[in-house]
């Protein structure tokens, strides 16, 4: 382990700078400054020891654990009622000036990257705006803004090494890798140019794991490097397993800091591997790197999918601990845990398989285990046959209207309620309303929608009789909520 580093902190000149944006900004005290305050606030996370002594004297929880920070000076960092006083960020110290810049550049980025994950195809840009607005209903507007909706993603392996119990995706087991021999090369780099090709510059913001960890791959770093030359970015990694060879993982950082890839993530998932990671990489090493509290000492939680909801279901005593309430008659199906960790609303791809989905997050629960939709799956077998299969399921799926032959009904959990000026839809994050100032039959045209008896060509037919409402304009409501996300479009099996 290289030796902490402890600057005097020259802050004359008071600068602020935006170092995520312009990382060639960022001195050798500016990232200090960071690197330490976002170690002090990563071990209080995820340590409990440290939040007990944090608790009754501050600066010896920072001294024990050897992070050179003034922890009262922090304060406003990590005391909650300090953080919501309502005092201006110019009274805290420049430290904590700049470490609330730095986050707010990284919530910045974020957004950043959704848009730029919008495809350039018409239908596939507004298909997957309707699932970013069903998401916000569905998930909730907190969950559903951290939702980058991807465009696209790869698995390079079948499986992981790793076997969490929790896993939201339920990796398997590790099986075939793929080889960067020149022939996987050339096929991989073909079908990169056939992704491009389809989905247009957004696709360089994908990157090259799912139910894998990216590290299995012994050759992960040469495929990342040829999607940054086909694509145009160096792909972000989350791995499990930087540990296992510090110097490779410290290489990869290097070689993504290169190529522009602006920020990667480490799942830590014990204590000991947290304590691995903190002895093999320095504070302003981590600067640029994520740290994903995953061990059960963590004041974070699991999402509850995959493995972990599999868990739970045999478990009930768990939920508490998982911070849920479920009443106890409630049948499984009518349970919400508004929990994923999918991120994609696309394709998602595994190239040892060479097999492509085309997916968007969900809610786990019975019909959708793992967290997200499977709208249609299939296999190729050449980057020729690849462009079909993509082109035929935005052809098949990524309508913008609907049919007169769809059938009619609210998405799976929506509540109903008709109001004088209309009607309501309800989930446990938000009310949509639809009133009669709009559309004058509202509150009859939402009742009948709740009845589900009608498709849209009948109902409009239906209201143009009753009402001498033109039939484009009962579509023209229909299609804005359609649009919206509240009607049922969940695809049945794969």
């Not at 992960?220 to 499990?240: H, I, S």
């Not at 296992?244 to 990869?252: F, G, M, Y």
């Not at 993509?390 to 990524?398: A, D, L, P, Y």
């Amino acid at each position: 382990m290289a030796p902490v580093k402890v600057l005097d902190k020259d802050h004359s000149k008071g600068e602020i700078l935006p170092i995520f944006a312009e990382p060639g900004l960022a001195t050798e005290e500016y990232l200090l400054e960071i690197g330490h305050a976002k170690r002090f606030l990563e071990r209080m996370t995820s340590d409990p020891k440290f939040r007990e002594l944090l608790a009754q004297d501050p600066q010896a929880a920072a001294d024990k654990y050897e992070i050179p920070v003034n922890a009262e000076e922090l304060r406003p960092l990590w005391d909650e009622a300090e953080a919501t006083s309502g005092k201006d960020l110019t009274e805290y110290s420049l430290t904590v000036q700049r470490y609330r810049a730095w986050c707010k550049e990284k919530f910045a980025y974020r957004d950043i990257v959704r848009t730029e994950s919008i495809p350039s195809d018409p239908r596939y840009k507004q298909w997957r705006a309707r699932q970013v607005r069903r998401c916000v209903s569905e998930l909730g507007p907190a969950k559903a803004h951290g939702l980058i909706h991807a465009p696209c993603c790869f698995e390079l392996n079948k499986g992981c090494s790793v076997g969490c119990w929790f896993c939201g995706v339920a990796a398997p087991k590790l099986g075939d890798i793929l080889e960067y021999t020149p022939e996987n090369r050339a096929f991989w780099r073909g079908c990169l140019e056939v992704v491009k090709s389809v989905i247009g510059p957004a696709a360089r913001r994908g990157f090259c794991y799912w139910a894998t960890d990216p590290l299995d791959n012994p050759n992960y770093e040469d495929f990342c490097v040829d999607f940054a030359d086909v694509l145009g970015k160096f792909p972000q990694t989350t791995t499990a397993i930087p540990h296992r060879d510090p110097e490779r993982t410290r290489r990869l950082i290097a070689l993504s800091k290169e190529h522009g890839c602006e920020l990667n993530r480490f799942s830590v998932l014990t204590l000991g591997i947290f304590e691995k990671i903190f002895k093999a990489f320095t504070p302003e090493e981590l600067v640029y790197v994520e740290l994903i509290p995953q061990n059960k000492e963590s004041t974070d939680r699991y999402a509850v999918a995959g493995r972990a909801l599999e868990k739970i279901k045999k478990k009930p005593t768990l939920r508490e601990g998982y911070g849920i309430s479920i009443p106890e008659d409630s049948s499984f199906e009518e349970q919400s845990y508004n929990s994923t960790i999918a991120c994609v609303s696309g394709f998602l791809f595994n190239m040892v398989e060479r097999s492509v989905k085309l997916i968007s997050p969900t809610n786990a629960d019975e019909k959708w285990p793992l967290g997200y939709r499977i709208y249609e799956e299939g296999r190729f077998d050449s980057p020729e046959s690849l462009r079909e299969l993509m082109e035929g399921m935005i052809s098949r799926h990524m309508r913008s209207t609907l049919r007169s032959s769809d059938p009619l009904k609210y998405r799976r959990k929506l509540q109903f309620e008709a109001t004088e000026e209309g009607f309501k839809v309800r989930s446990p994050f938000l009310v949509q309303t639809f009133n009669n100032r709009a559309y004058e039959p509202m509150s009859e045209l939402g009742q009948e929608i709740w009845n589900g008896e009608w498709t849209a060509g009948e109902l409009a037919l239906a209201m143009e009789k009753r009402h001498s409402v033109p039939l484009t304009s009962t579509f023209a409501v229909l299609n804005r909520m359609f649009s919206l996300g509240i009607l049922d479009d969940e695809p049945g099996e794969a």
